[in-house]
Structure formats: structure tokens, C-alpha cells
């Protein structure tokens, strides 16, 4: 790791406009993912500027969760894993947004990790985190995982690029039917619905988000879960204590006379993005909660899998896990 | 005092024989099971716990020498290639930097990625690495293989061109070594066997055959090889290494630079673990101590080279993986034939043998073949890891038996029962089944599987065996009685974890009567005498008997100097609490009597005659007493997402006399999850086509971590052998060998279909469980189809 500055400044524009000012400047939330990227020697930059640093309303609005006038609430981008954990952080129709910080990495890691880092954070792809080797996501002309070892690759909307994507808070995001904020330069915020945050390999494999250098994305904006709303989350690793998930799933949903409505179903480590799993939301909407239905929806969400060689197993698992995330939202008992 | 018989209590507590055992001149009288101790055999906490864990204990990454400077090591990106030139200059200007090394000349062939190139010596450890970018190399490139069932193909790459010389170390199992002529990649081990397995299986009315596949698995000690070198003179050197054998890192060092071995001194105070792969001055794939050294006597100031996790995962050792296909048969509902033909890699180095499991431990087996082979990959080399060989064979033979008795319907511990013929195995075996719940649990497992639970429990149980290595003559052993009643031992002895120096303390605590407080322990240092390295199960066995021999010596004298105080003749003086001398009608307190000393201190030395006897004195499965061990485990696997979670051991051991249940159990403990983490989800993944380690990190190379971690439970079976004065014998190894097997029994109970390949991850499980879409996979049910180029064969 190269030495480095570590910049404050006491304003967003200040901060974004130092980070625009110069390359080897890059900006620092919790700092975990960027960390890991200079150990790795994969980047080097000359400026750390501290989000930390931003004070004012600014600051509270970036590390505060508040619920607005309409019943939303608004998430900043500064908020860690290990406050969005906390049980009293969040209605009960969003648990699981609780639930997939919780099970998000360490304790430790949990407790500087934030909701902006976790969102922007770049792939775990063992070759692109690998400094010797130039895959298409570092400028390289392919995918080193496609015909390589891609045991925790993508199976759903692969190609060219098969990573699948690193945030657990994203599919739950999804699910919850979330909108980030963003400042743009000249001090401008928009708003855009949490899918299209995530860019695709097919526009360009280098990235998976759409934020320009120089914005900032400042809150996650979550509507007012509706009556009766109810969520859960969860994921299949292969080690308990700090892994990596093989397949998350998240649900979204409120039953009305029986019926399962406002269904929406995102699962995470299964593609370069934050998958909807629109097929299964389909199977889903306006039928009573039953084992069988659950069991037929798992189908439809892998319908357009295209697993590689060697990932076929991640079919099956990812099936299984939402029918498990199924049975818990929909609150019907799991099978022994 | 000459040679003497004695006649002793000894065996397996409950069966229990008077036993006549010729002893060495200068001989203590062994403990045996009439000994009454009152400090050995108790749970003392570590005497250097608090150091460790307010951090105030210094390893040899804390080493911090006034001038020192920080080398870093240039690896060769390639796993096969020439070195055309090489050309440091440019490194040599950079900021910082003191010394520059070309450690591979123009001409030399490098066999695997990771292979030294290069290194540096600079002011800053980031300085350091920074020039290693402006070394100048041109290589050029190579063909290589680096995976086990690629590099036997006829058209492979040829890894080796001439004859492999043999690594050995501490870390191996004393015994057959060696190997045959190479051919292509494939070199034969030493053959065992006994009847004919091929006439055997015959004769069977049963057989089963299948394949089953282990991973290689790195050691991932948490703290990483290297060491500090200072040059004292142009003929001397004092090392500070992280190692588990000082005198091997000084014999190593001595051996390099030209110097008498008494004029390097090595130094290890603490050490983060090793197992295995820390003997010698080098790691088994990187000169580091010749490196170290070579930029220090160029920049003339210590340096330090410690290596950084990647480098810890390429270059300095690993458990081969194997391929081991088991022929197992039964006749008459006996287990009548077993043969195994195992290929394993251990890179570029050797000793992918599978242990002792088949031929060792079912003894009433009357036909068994193994044949193991070194297949040569250009990857970085394998290394003694705690109980070479045995966790591979163990799972091999313990699942294969598992299945045959499935086939035979017959419960799978009845079958080892009845195949076992060690008395102290098959009482643990026995004890063990009735605590665990053995029976209703194997119940439990068949009701779930006909009911087609979602998520299923199973238990199984596999065995160990390790012989006693105790090593007589290595440790010499010092001990002091000062003149204000401080007891100093001293021995050379690194601590590599398992809290030998607490047992020391305890030895000396015993012997004198004294408080634990008055007996300090000098350790971690060659200037402290000759001891052993922390490998093969035998640091206790070889050193607390050398200790217990000085301090009886030197009890000796203070009971002379006694019966001159007490003006009594020597026999008559009687020892008592806390040290307290009585004779002619008189007393004397330890510390008055300690102020009468002539001179500063009472000092005596004293070493470890060779092992006299052993009880029980049937052993069966090989030439020095066996240790024994059995584990039952049990797990849970979720059939809709195929994860396994292990959630409980018992683990049934021997170690001969306990000295500490405390550090015993942490050497269980760790054992198990060692164990536990193999079976689940420790794998080194190379990239077939680049050649290249995957996850060289402990973020995708994944070990277990606390919620990984089963309930684990620790039964002793206590033995008092009579190999020794202490009665100790080891622990380390066997503790890890059943888990993995145990664990894969489990598996093959919860599903009734075997998982024949570790780890045992979800893809496997789900393999298994005919859940996976597209074609099925081709072989056998090990679903090494999960990872098509996951490196195992």
C-alpha cells in the first residue's frame, strides 16, 4: 500500500469538488471495499476524502434515519450496516433490510461499513481482485471466469461479465422497491429507482453502477410499507462466520384475503446485478401462500438461468433458498 | 546408579497391570497410575495467557531491531518458465532501498508461480515492495500443469527433468520414506501392505468401489513465515524466527552462511502457529532464510522478512490433495480386503502419501494394499501439515467402510468393532457410541431420510492412529534452584501453541513441592540447550521427561545439602508441603534452605533416556505404541440449499498421562476445527489455464470461524504407557485425523448417499442429491463436476 493524504472537507460540494479536481483522489465512507482494493494493489490513490468529514445538516442528513411526513423513510448514505441490523432501526415491513445488513460480513466490519460503500462496492471476482491478471473488467479483452473457475459466478444475465455483484443490501433494496438519492455537480439531487443504480455487462462491464465522478450518492429512500407489509431475507454461504453469500433472497409482500399481494422477490449473488426475479413475483401475485406455489415460483425465478459449467449447482440452491425466504415472510410453517 | 527394575501400575485406567520395566541409570522412577501428583494432571491456565492476550507477547512479526530494514521478495508470475535476464539496477536507486538481491540467475528454470525471483531491502516495508516493480525480469514462458489428473496424462509437461531430492522434516512421521523412480510426473511411495488384497477381494461376497478426492489445504498459520536477521560478526548471527524448530532454523542458517552452528542463535518467544510447515531457516518453497540473510550482510543492519498472506498461501508449503480409489470387500459379513491406489500433489515437492489409516487401524482386516503416489505439478510444495497423509486416508477408508456397510446392512460402527483389535481404540469406540447416543441417533438419521425430510441429521464416527515419537537425547534440559528459591528450567523448546512452557512450570512446580509463582521457565532460545521441534506429537513426550530428570537431580543435591543442615544422613530427609525439608527430628523451609546453597544456584542438566516399554503392550498397526482415538460427529444438512453445518463432536482421545486438561483440550479443540473447517470448506484453487492460486487470501480460501465451529466434547481415556518418566505421549496430530472422515460419515448417514469429495460444500451436497440440471456429471458421485477445473482430478 502507497502512502496516502487523508482529506476533511466540511461540505458535500467541497468534497465532491476536490475528488473532481484531480485524479488519485477518491472518496472515503467506511472505507472497507476501498481498503481492500489498495492492499491489493489495485488502486493507488494520493487523496482519501473523508465523507466522515461533512457536517451541518449535510452530515445528519447523510448518517440519519428518518421517517418522512408520508411514512418513508430515508436512509443516509453514511448509515452502517450495523445501525440498519439494529432491530429498532426499522419498521417491521422492512426487516429484510435488517436482516441482510446483519448478516453482512463482521461485527467489526458491520460497525464502519455504510450503506453508500456497500451499494457501490466493486465485484469479489477472485480474477479481478487478482493483481497479475487483466480481465474484461480491468480493460482485458475476456471474462477470466467464463472459461475459468466460476464456481461463484453468475447464472442469470451473465455475459460478457460474469460477476455477480457484492451488495447483500441491494436484493432486499430491491425487493423493498427502493430509490436512491444522488448529488450531481452543481449541487443537483436526483432520484432514481434502485434497479437502474446498477449498470449491466452487456452497457459496460467495467462498472456496475451508473454514478458519474464527481456524484455522490448521499441516501437510500424506502416508500411506507403498506399495511400489513411484511419482508424477509436470507443467505446460503458456504462458511457461517464472514463469508461471501452463494445466493441471497429477499421477498416483499402483504396477504389480503388469503391472497399474496405486492409480491416482489430480488435475489443477490446470482447475477452482475441485484436480480428482480420477475418470473416468480408473476407466479406469486393474487394466489394463496402454499408450499406447492412457493416450490413453483423457486422454478420460475431460475427459468432464464443460464448457469456456466461449473455453476449449474447455484440452479437448485438459489431455488431452494427463496422457497425457504417464501415460507418465513409469507409466515407458513417450513416443511420438517 | 546403574540400570534398575522397577515395578509399575500401568494401561488403560480400569484395566489396570503391574508391570516389570527396566530402567536407564540416572532414571527417575516413571509416574505411573500410582503416582499421586497434585500439580501435573491438574487444569493450570497458561502461565503466559495474559501476556498473549493483552498483547503483550512479542512474535517475530513484533521484532523491531534499531537500523532494521524490511525485505520483500520478488515471485515469478509464472508456474513454468526460464529466466532469460535480470536486471536490478534500477531497483537499487529507488528510495530506500539498501540491498538488492537476484536471487534466480539468467538460465534457471522456475517450476510454479510464486517461486523467489528476487528481493529487496529497503528503509520502509512499502518502499520495499515499491522496487520489486523496477526489477527488470524477462521470462520466458513455459508449458505447464498444475492439476493432479492433468500432470499424469502421457503428454503432460514434465515438472522435474532429474530425480526429486526428498524434503523431510520434524513435521513427517517417522518411518518409511523414500520413493521410487519417477516416471513422467508420477513417482510410486513406499508400498504397505499385508495378506494379498487383490486374492482378497476375490474372495468377497461384497465389494465396494469408488473414488474419493481431497483438496490441497494450506496451513494458513495466523502469523506468517519469517524471520530477522542480525549478523553479530562476520561469523556469527542471531535470528529471530517464526518457527516450530529453533535448532532447525540454526542448523539451516549455519549451513548457508559457513558458520559453526553454536554461533547462530535462534530466537522464537512466541509463535503464531505453524503446523507443519515452520522447520528450517527456509519456508518449503522460498529461501527466506538465505535471503534474509544475504541482504543483511550486503546492507549491513538487520532485516526482517516477514511474508504477506499471498505469499503464505504459495510458497510455503500444503497438504497434498489426493485421489485415492478404494477397493473395500467383505466376506461372511467381515471386513476381509482393502485396496487403495492414491495419487496426490504435492506440487513440486514430495509426500502426497495417504497415511496409516487403511493398513493401521482395522488390523483384523487380513488382506490390505496401499500404493500412493507423488504426482509432480508445477505448484508450489507441499509440506508436513499436522499428521501428514492421515486426514486424506482417514476420510478414504472411513467413508469407504461407511458405504460397504450399507451395502452389507450392517451398522457402521459394529463393522469397525469388529475390524479393530487395539484395546484402548475399541474401549473408546465403545464408550464413545454410549455417551454420543450412538444408536438413537443412527435411528433418528433413518426415520428423517425414509420421511424425505427437508433438512436432514446424520452421525458417524471415524478413528485415528499416531504412533509415540517421543525422541530420547534431543532436549537437554537445565534446571537452577537459586539461592532466594527461584526454580529456573531452561530448554530451547518453542512453544508453538500448545502451552508446552506452562506444562514445563508444572513439571518443576511437582518435583519440588513448590508453588507454580517460584518456578520460572526459560524457553525459545537456542542458548537455553538442545530440544526438539514442535512437530510429530512428541514435544511433551521428549521434553517433560529430560525436565523431570534435571529437577530430580537437582532435588537430589538440596537433599544432601538438607540432611547437612538437619545433621541427618541424606536418606532420612523427607520432603513436605511447599518444599519444606524434615530429617533428624528437624525442619527446614524451601527458601532457608535455598539461602545455604554454595555459590549462586544449584544447577543440573539432564536429558531423555529412550523409550523403555510401553503398556498396553499389544499396539496392533505399527512399531512404537499407538496412540488412539475415535471421533463421533454429527451434522445437519438443508437438502433444498445442500448446507452442511457440522453440529457436534466427540472427541474420544489417549494422550498417555494428561498433564494439563486444559491445554489438552485447546489441542482437541483445535484439532477439530481444523478438521472440521477441512471437511467443509477448506480448498486451494489454482486456475488450470493461468497456472495461478485463486484465493491466496483467507477471504475466498475460507477457514471455519466461530459459528462454523460444532459443540465439541472431549473425552480422555487415560493411559499410563511407561514409555517415559512423565507418561506423556502426544496429542497434537491425532487430534485432527477422524474429524474430516467423521464429519463425511455423517454426510453419507444424513442423505444415504456418500459425498466423496472435501469440502463437502452445498455444490456437492446438491450433486449428490441428483439436483443439479444438465447433463449428469460423469464418474463417480463425488461431484468434482461442481468445479469443472477446481483443480481436483
Not at chain 2, 496424462?153 to 532429474?162: I, M
Not at chain 2, 452421525?459 to 534446571?479: K, L, P
Not at chain 2, 496412540?627 to 453440529?647: C, H, K, N, S, Y
Request: a neutral charge; one cysteine or more.
Amino acid at each position: 500500500m502507497n502512502r496516502f493524504s487523508i482529506v476533511r472537507l466540511p461540505t458535500l460540494e467541497a468534497a465532491a469538488a476536490r475528488v473532481a479536481g484531480g485524479d488519485g483522489r477518491v472518496l472515503r465512507a467506511g472505507g472497507i471495499d476501498l481498503i481492500d482494493h489498495m492492499k491489493e494493489g489495485l488502486v493507488a490513490p494520493d487523496e482519501l476524502v473523508e465523507l466522515h468529514a461533512v457536517g451541518g445538516d449535510e452530515g445528519r442528513l447523510l448518517r440519519g434515519v428518518e421517517t418522512e411526513g408520508d411514512g418513508s423513510l430515508r436512509v443516509g448514505a453514511l448509515v452502517t450496516l450495523a445501525q440498519l441490523a439494529d432491530a429498532s432501526t426499522l419498521p417491521a415491513g422492512l426487516r429484510a433490510l435488517g436482516q441482510a445488513a446483519g448478516q453482512a460480513a463482521t461485527p467489526g466490519i458491520r460497525n464502519a461499513a455504510t450503506v453508500g460503500g456497500n451499494l457501490l462496492q466493486r465485484p469479489r471476482c477472485w480474477y479481478y481482485r487478482h493483481v497479475d491478471l487483466v480481465c474484461l473488467k480491468k480493460g482485458g479483452d475476456m471474462c477470466l471466469a467464463q472459461t475459468g473457475d466460476h464456481r461463484y459466478h453468475a447464472i442469470l444475465g451473465g455475459g460478457p461479465s460474469y460477476i455477480v455483484h457484492a451488495s447483500s443490501l441491494a436484493s432486499a433494496l430491491c425487493a423493498l422497491d427502493a430509490r436512491v438519492q444522488v448529488l450531481s455537480p452543481g449541487n443537483k439531487a436526483r432520484e432514481l429507482p434502485i434497479e437502474q443504480l446498477f449498470v449491466g455487462p452487456t452497457v459496460d462491464p467495467t462498472r456496475e453502477h451508473v454514478l458519474q465522478p464527481g456524484e455522490i450518492l448521499l441516501a437510500v429512500h424506502l416508500p411506507a410499507p403498506a399495511a400489513g407489509q411484511r419482508s424477509a431475507y436470507a443467505a446460503v454461504q458456504e462458511k457461517q462466520s464472514q463469508d461471501w453469500p452463494l445466493a441471497e433472497a429477499s421477498v416483499r409482500l402483504r396477504i389480503d384475503g388469503g391472497r399474496l399481494r405486492d409480491v416482489r422477490v430480488g435475489l443477490g449473488h446470482v447475477a452482475p446485478v441485484p436480480w428482480r426475479a420477475r418470473e416468480a413475483e408473476a407466479v406469486l401475485e393474487g394466489q394463496a401462500p402454499t408450499a406447492e406455489l412457493f416450490a413453483r415460483a423457486a422454478e420460475a425465478a431460475t427459468s432464464p438461468a443460464k448457469p456456466l459449467p461449473g455453476n449449474a449447482y447455484k440452479v437448485p440452491l438459489v431455488q431452494g433458498l427463496l422457497r425457504e425466504v417464501l415460507h418465513d415472510a409469507a409466515g407458513v410453517p417450513l416443511p420438517e | 546408579m546403574a540400570e534398575r527394575k522397577e515395578t509399575l501400575n500401568l494401561g488403560l485406567v480400569g484395566q489396570l497391570r503391574k508391570v516389570r520395566v527396566t530402567l536407564p541409570e540416572g532414571e527417575a522412577r516413571p509416574w505411573d497410575a500410582d503416582a499421586t501428583l497434585t500439580v501435573v494432571g491438574t487444569p493450570v491456565p497458561r502461565i503466559d495467557g495474559h501476556l498473549k492476550a493483552s498483547g503483550r507477547a512479542k512474535y517475530t512479526f513484533d521484532v523491531a531491531l534499531p537500523g532494521m530494514l524490511w525485505a520483500a521478495v520478488l515471485r515469478s508470475p509464472h508456474p513454468a518458465a526460464r529466466v532469460v535476464s535480470i536486471d536490478t539496477s534500477a531497483a537499487s536507486k529507488r528510495p530506500g532501498v539498501k540491498a538488492v538481491l537476484a536471487v534466480a540467475k539468467p538460465g534457471d528454470v522456475l517450476l510454479f508461480a510464486g517461486q523467489d525471483v528476487a528481493a529487496v531491502a529497503a528503509e520502509r516495508p512499502e518502499q520495499a515492495r515499491d522496487a520489486l516493480a523496477h526489477i527488470a525480469v524477462e521470462y520466458e514462458r513455459r508449458p505447464f500443469v498444475v492439476d493432479t489428473v492433468g500432470a499424469v496424462k502421457p503428454k503432460a509437461p514434465l515438472v522435474h527433468r532429474a530425480a526429486v531430492e526428498e524434503r523431510r522434516t520434524e513435521g513427517d512421521e517417522p518411518g518409511a520414506a523414500g520413493g521410487g523412480k519417477a516416471s513422467g510426473n508420477v513417482r510410486p511411495l513406499p508400498q504397505s501392505a499385508r495378506g494379498d488384497a487383490v486374492k482378497g477381494l476375490a474372495q468377497c461376497d461384497v465389494v465396494h468401489e469408488a473414488t474419493y478426492v481431497t483438496p490441497v489445504q494450506t496451513h494458513s498459520a495466523l502469523e506468517t513465515h519469517g524471520l530477522v536477521v542480525r549478523w553479530d560478526g562476520p561469523k556469527a548471527m542471531t535470528v529471530w524466527a517464526s518457527t516450530q524448530g529453533i535448532f532447525s532454523v540454526r542448523d539451516e542458517m549455519a549451513e548457508i552462511f559457513g558458520l559453526r552452528a553454536q554461533d547462530v542463535r535462534v530466537i522464537t518467544e512466541f509463535m503464531g502457529g505453524g503446523f507443519g510447515a515452520k522447520f528450517g531457516a527456509s519456508a518449503p518453497g522460498s529461501r527466506l532464510g538465505f535471503i534474509a540473510g544475504e541482504l543483511s550482510r550486503a546492507a549491513k543492519a538487520p532485516v526482517k522478512l516477514m511474508c504477506d498472506r499471498h505469499e503464505e498461501h504459495v510458497c510455503t508449503g500444503n497438504r497434498p490433495d489426493s485421489r485415492q480409489a478404494v477397493k473395500i470387500g467383505a466376506k461372511a459379513g467381515k471386513l476381509h480386503a482393502i485396496d487403495v491406489e492414491a495419487y496426490g500433489t504435492a506440487g513440486v515437492g514430495t509426500g502426497a502419501g495417504v497415511g496409516r489409516n487403511a493398513i493401521g487401524i482395522y488390523t483384523r482386516c487380513p488382506n490390505v494394499r496401499v500404493r500412493a503416489h507423488d504426482v509432480f505439478t508445477h505448484g508450489g510444495p507441499g509440506t508436513a501439515m499436522r499428521a501428514p497423509g492421515h486426514p486424506q486416508g482417514a476420510f478414504a477408508i472411513e467413508l469407504a467402510i461407511d458405504e460397504l456397510g450399507a451395502k452389507l446392512g450392517v451398522d457402521p460402527l459394529q463393522l469397525r468393532l469388529a475390524s479393530d483389535e487395539h484395546p484402548v481404540r475399541l474401549e473408546q469406540f465403545r464408550k464413545g457410541a454410549e455417551r454420543f447416543g450412538w444408536a438413537e441417533l443412527r435411528t433418528r438419521s433413518a426415520a428423517l431420510r425414509q420421511r424425505g425430510a427437508r433438512v436432514r441429521r446424520g452421525v458417524g464416527v471415524a478413528a485415528s492412529i499416531w504412533g509415540d515419537f517421543g525422541r530420547a537425547n534431543a532436549a537437554v534440559a537445565t534446571v537452577s534452584v537459586l539461592r532466594d528459591g527461584t526454580i529456573e528450567l531452561a530448554n530451547g523448546v518453542q512453544d508453538i501453541g500448545g502451552g508446552i512452557v506452562t506444562v514445563l512450570a508444572q513439571i518443576g512446580a511437582e518435583v519440588f513441592g513448590r508453588p507454580l509463582s517460584t518456578v520460572r521457565v526459560r524457553f525459545g532460545d537456542s542458548a537455553h540447550g538442545p530440544s526438539v521441534g514442535s512437530g510429530g506429537s512428541q514435544t511433551t513426550s521428549s521434553v517433560t521427561p529430560a525436565v523431570r530428570n534435571a529437577c530430580e537431580k537437582a532435588r537430589a543435591a538440596l537433599a544432601q545439602l538438607a540432611a547437612k543442615q538437619l545433621r541427618c544422613a541424606v536418606e532420612e530427609v523427607r520432603w513436605g508441603e511447599e518444599g519444606v525439608a524434615r530429617g533428624g527430628g528437624g525442619s527446614i523451609t524451601f527458601t532457608q534452605l535455598c539461602k545455604k546453597i554454595d555459590g549462586e544456584a544449584i544447577v543440573a542438566t539432564a536429558t531423555r533416556p529412550e523409550t523403555y516399554g510401553h503398556e498396553p503392550m499389544a499396539f496392533p498397526g505399527g512399531k512404537q505404541y499407538q496412540i488412539a482415538g475415535v471421533q463421533f460427529a454429527e451434522v445437519e444438512v438443508d437438502t433444498w440449499t445442500g448446507l452442511v453445518r457440522a453440529t457436534r463432536v466427540l472427541a474420544v482421545h489417549d494422550c498417555g498421562r494428561v498433564m494439563n486438561p486444559l491445554t489438552l483440550r485447546s489441542q482437541v479443540n483445535g484439532g477439530v476445527i481444523l478438521g472440521t473447517s477441512y471437511a467443509l470448506m477448506e480448498e486451494r484453487v489454482l486456475d488450470p489455464d493461468l497456472g495461478r492460486m485463486l484465493n491466496a487470501n483467507l477471504e475466498s480460501y475460507k477457514i471455519a470461524g466461530a459459528r462454523d465451529v460444532p459443540e465439541i466434547e472431549v473425552m480422555l481415556t487415560e493411559v499410563h504407557p511407561g514409555a517415559n518418566n512423565t507418561g506423556a505421549v502426544g496429542i497434537g496430530e491425532p487430534a485432527t485425523i477422524p474429524t474430516a472422515a467423521a464429519i463425511a460419515c455423517a454426510v453419507h448417514d444424513a442423505l444415504g448417499t456418500a459425498v466423496r469429495s472435501l469440502p463437502i460444500t452445498p455444490a456437492k451436497v446438491l450433486a449428490a442429491l441428483g439436483k443439479i440440471p444438465g447433463p449428469p456429471a460423469a464418474g463417480d458421485a463425488s461431484p468434482a463436476s461442481a468445479s469443472p477445473k477446481g483443480g481436483t482430478p
